[in-house]
């Protein structure tokens, strides 16, 4: 930036305002995971402490650990949510392709029609839904759960792709045409690797909703064998009892994988904005 | 081998007619240039003959064949594109090879083609680089080269010279020209600069609003442009018009003198007038000048000349030189 457009106390309220946001956005993070390393009782005494040799205690991630089947738990939440990125992502692109490349009768209004979920609320269909998974014996499989996630994830993502593919030069596709490829190949070959950074978007804003979604497994999932991350640690919230330190511990590791997830798309993003384009 | 025919191609956009009605036949070995304002329809023209664009009606005829239903890659046509579209994740190499190995041509042909057209264009040092790391000029000529490549019966250029600075707008120019003299191929190409279409073309076509205006040589359109859109499309600066009324020219609605026909005088003339504005390029000099008889005109003088804003001049017309034109804008021979 030339100095001529920076000034100190700009830069700085700039800077204030930003910390603060970062502060008040991580404060419920790192409160999870300090109170996850202390024993029960210091937990209420003085929960914004961090633990010390007297209150540090591992119990919640012993009680996590050892009760309960968390590794399965883990595993089913990275199925259903990687499954359901790799729907969304797959099957919005194809449709955003279609609505930006190719003039139809009805275009518009299927764009509408497809565009329509970002307003509605899938949870006001769970009735229907349940009755629908339960008709074709679903209940109780993660295929339940996937299915839901990606119908859920698809309007937001035909939303934004098609945006995004509007941009991409008719003239790459027009020379792939050309040349003979077909539209899978130009679809797969030349225009998705140039919308990759909207990709890297629209995985992000379909991931965190389903990793942290508790309704959908709770209502179509709820065996044993299904429970995701988020329902499993409902396990250690009691009527009368809460086992905090379990909870706390069981949040805390949630988090983990979805970071990683995160900072995988994330590179993407950024590989997508700095590859070279067209020109 | 490589003619092209154009039998009454129409196409619309919904309710919007882009093209009305093109007839046009290009001879075998001939560089046609399709040159119009923005908006006139040449460059979806280009697409219907590509066959990127179906045309509503009409028919387009390859080499004495209709190929209406043909998709492009087997028409046995190239094109290249104004934003040079080279495929980001390819070489320059395989830029140029992708679409023989679609056709499914063997490798040693390939490469053996792709060596012919790069040595051609001097991209030899380039073959394994990105588009990334080119710059734009050779990236046209990589373009250029893809096209090359497939040895097609007909090329297409769509306003391939617009995204190049000037200097190497000339260059690509002078190169295009020689490519046409090695190659005596068959091209087509669409510009709105009239500088482009001047130069390089065996024959324009000028279009308007969706209608073909006038095809002949660049020197026919020059000489005898058939209506007043043609005669102001060619020529820089425009040619000057003014109404027959007020020349009292009987028999014609508009008369049509271009700037470089007129010559001045400080003496004597037959339109007086006083000098609104004076350019000085050097080899030429331009005069806006404000006459009493016929109204604004422009005057074109070869070489240098030292006149200045409100200096009282004499512009007379070169007899022969006068285009006159009737009511609906048609030359009257």
Redesign the interface.
Known sequence: MSKARTSPVRSAAAHAILITYTVVALFPVLVIIINSFKERRAIFRSPLSLPNAESFSLIGYDTVLAQGDFLLYFQNSLIVTVMSITGVLLFGAMAAFALAEYRFRGNPLMALYLALGIMIPIRLGTVAILQMMVAGGLVNTLTALILVYTAQGLPLAIFILSEFMKQV?D??K????????SEYRIFF??VL??VRPAMATVAVFTMIPIWNDLWFPLILAPAESTKTITLGAQVFIGQFVTNWNAVLAALSLAILPVLILYLIFSRQLIRGIT????? | MGSLRLENIRKSFGKVEVLKGIDLEVKDGEFVIFVGPSGCGKSTLL?VI?G?EDATSGNVLIDGEAVDHV????RG???V?????????LNVRDNMG??LK??GRPKAEIGERVAVASKMLGLDKYLDR????LS?GQ?QRVAIG?AIVRSPKLFLF?EPLS?LDAALRVNTRLEIAKLHRELSATMIYVTHDQVEAMTLADRIAILNEGRIEQVGTPMELYNRPANLFVAGFIGSPKMNFIPAATLRDGGASTVGIRPEHITVDAQEGRWKGTVLHAEHLGADTILYLDTEQAGFLTVRLFGEHRFGTDDVLYATPQPERIYRFDDDGKAIA
């Open positions: 030069s003239d790459l027009n020379a792939g045409r050309m040349d003979g490829l070959r030349l690797p140039l590859s070279g384009a067209v020109k | 697409r590509a990127l998709p492009p890659a087997k046509i190239a094109m594109f104004q934003s040079y579209a080279l495929y980001p994740h992708l679409g679609q056709a990105r588009p990334a790391e734009g990236r893809r769509d995204n």
